[in-house]
């Protein structure tokens, strides 16, 4: 199992772009979630899914759109970016319940707004 | 909703001694406390959890406690290394899955 990917690693953006985020897991996970965490920050909940076609706003939502039309996949996207949104983007996923609440995280997107 | 504080928020040792984090949580539904270690430009990886019919849980140097009556939880490394330098992180999953702020642990050689 690949486990939880993210791409791209890095990006750079100017003002006013927009991009999205991509992130997919093979693990068939039902619960998936996409943190911000600003240098030297802890981890703040943008938005998470528990299911394809759910999907529920988190702590910091302003300036994000999700959408979660497989169980694998579920893309973050960003319109008319601004410099707060220079931050690392870590996807994670999960299964509730006895056998596993375990979060696994991707890899991360570093990205900068300029 | 959950609030989990984590304290502190940065902590040196040296090599060989005990470091203790310690967290507060405030949803009684919670059930499950992961902790995670992030390194340096690295992603959090879970380094050990304990569920709520559980009062500590030990892996090598490595364990946790659990006070449900008080909703508290600690972390608890002993004979700490170098490599034990990270940023270390409680959660508390409940109704839904919060995470505290970060304790950033530096081992002194």
């Known amino acids: 199992n690949a486990g939880v990917t993210q791409t791209p690693k890095f990006r750079i953006l100017k003002i006013g772009q927009s991009m999205t985020l991509q992130c997919a897991q093979d693990?068939?996970?039902?619960?998936m979630y996409w943190y911000r965490q600003d240098p030297g920050m802890g981890l703040k909940l943008i938005y998470y899914s528990v299911g394809a076609g759910i999907t529920d706003k988190g702590e910091v939502p302003n300036g994000y759109n999700v959408s979660r039309s497989t169980t694998e996949d579920f893309p973050l996207r960003l319109e008319l970016a601004a410099p707060s949104q220079t931050s690392v983007y870590f996807c994670?996923?999960?299964?509730?319940?006895?056998?596993?609440?375990?979060?696994?995280f991707g890899p991360g997107t570093r990205l900068t707004v300029l | 909703g959950e609030n989990v504080e984590q304290h502190p928020s940065t902590l040196s040792v040296q090599e060989g001694d005990s470091a203790v984090i310690k967290c507060t949580y405030s949803?009684?539904?919670?059930?499950?406390f992961p902790w995670y270690k992030q390194e340096l430009g690295k992603r959090p990886q879970l380094i050990i959890d304990?569920?709520?019919?559980?009062g500590e849980k030990k892996d090598q140097r490595i364990a946790v406690t659990l006070n449900k009556t008080a909703k508290h939880f600690s972390l608890h490394i002993t004979e700490t290394q170098p490599e034990d330098s990270a940023v270390y992180f409680c959660?508390?999953?409940?109704?839904?899955?919060?995470f505290g702020t970060g304790t950033s642990l530096t081992v002194i050689p």
């Open positions: 304990i569920r709520s019919n559980v």
């Open positions: 959660a508390a999953d409940g109704n839904q899955f919060h």
């Open positions: 693990m068939n996970h039902n619960y």
């Open positions: 949803d009684s539904a919670s059930n499950y």
């Open positions: 994670a996923s999960r299964t509730p319940g006895r056998r596993g609440n375990e979060q696994f």
